[in-house]
T-cell receptor
Framework: GEDVEQSLFLSVREGDSSVINCTYT??????LYWYKQEPGAGLQLLTY?????DMKQDQRLTVLLNKKDKHLSLRIADTQTGDSAIYFCAERDDYKLSFGAGTTVTVRA | DAGVIQSPRHEVTEMGQEVTLRCKPI?????LFWYRQTMMRGLELLIYFNNNVPIDDSGMPEDRFSAKMPNASFSTLKIQPSEPRDSAVYFCASSMGQPNQPQHFGDGTRLSIL
């Protein structure tokens, strides 16, 4: 079965970059996703990357994929207080998503 | 555009009662997913539908749980009888069928079974 792992906590100073890391096990995953969850809300899709890509940039977000090591990262540039949330990495197999446990990002002034 | 709509947002009930959670997917989406989120187990896929037909219900915990999708714009997840360990946040998500189309989530139903 699939197993997605993430570090649980990240504390970052406002204005610095945040890097959230994720490892996955299913080499047949076609797409990998990053979702953001704010308190009391559902999961908001941030970005995704197709498995044949190495990098994807979308405004302040940069996703890096190392398929050989099955390692995915999300970099948030110029982190703001509104970026405080839980970030979930997910891998897709067919139509099913397997999620990591989520990384709680706390932005301090 | 309206997103995935779930109701109720919060439900508190006593154990043994029947609980019905509702979901309206995004119009035009032909896949619908039910997830459960707990601190201990994280996000778990319970069941998903394609064109109103259940495709994979291997994540449904036990027979007390059932899900239906009578039409393209409505789905229910029922728990009967409910137990305290069913307390969790239940999310519905929908997507279009193409492989590059992501799942869009509702705001969830926070269920507490006393």
């Amino acid at each position: 079965g699939e197993d997605v792992e993430q570090s649980l906590f990240l504390s970052v100073r406002e204005g610095d970059s945040s890097v959230i890391n994720c490892t996955y096990t299913d080499s047949s995953s076609t797409y990998l996703y990053w979702y953001k969850q704010e308190p009391g809300a559902g999961l908001q899709l941030l970005t995704y990357i197709f498995s044949n890509m190495d990098m994807k940039q979308d405004q302040r977000l940069t996703v890096l994929l190392n398929k050989k090591d099955k390692h995915l990262s999300l970099r948030i540039a110029d982190t703001q207080t509104g970026d405080s949330a839980i970030y979930f990495c997910a891998e897709r197999d067919d139509y099913k998503l397997s999620f990591g446990a989520g990384t709680t990002v706390t932005v301090r002034a | 555009d309206a997103g995935v709509i779930q109701s109720p947002r919060h439900e508190v009930t006593e154990m043994g009662q029947e609980v019905t959670l509702r979901c309206k997917p995004i119009s035009g989406h032909d896949y619908l997913f039910w997830y459960r989120q707990t601190m201990m187990r994280g996000l778990e896929l319970l069941i998903y539908f394609n064109n109103n037909v259940p495709i994979d219900d291997s994540g449904m915990p036990e027979d007390r749980f059932s899900a239906k999708m009578p039409n393209a714009s409505f789905s229910t997840l029922k728990i009967q009888p409910s137990e305290p360990r069913d307390s969790a946040v239940y999310f519905c998500a929908s997507s279009m069928g193409q492989p590059n189309q992501p799942q869009h989530f509702g705001d969830g139903t926070r269920l507490s079974i006393l």
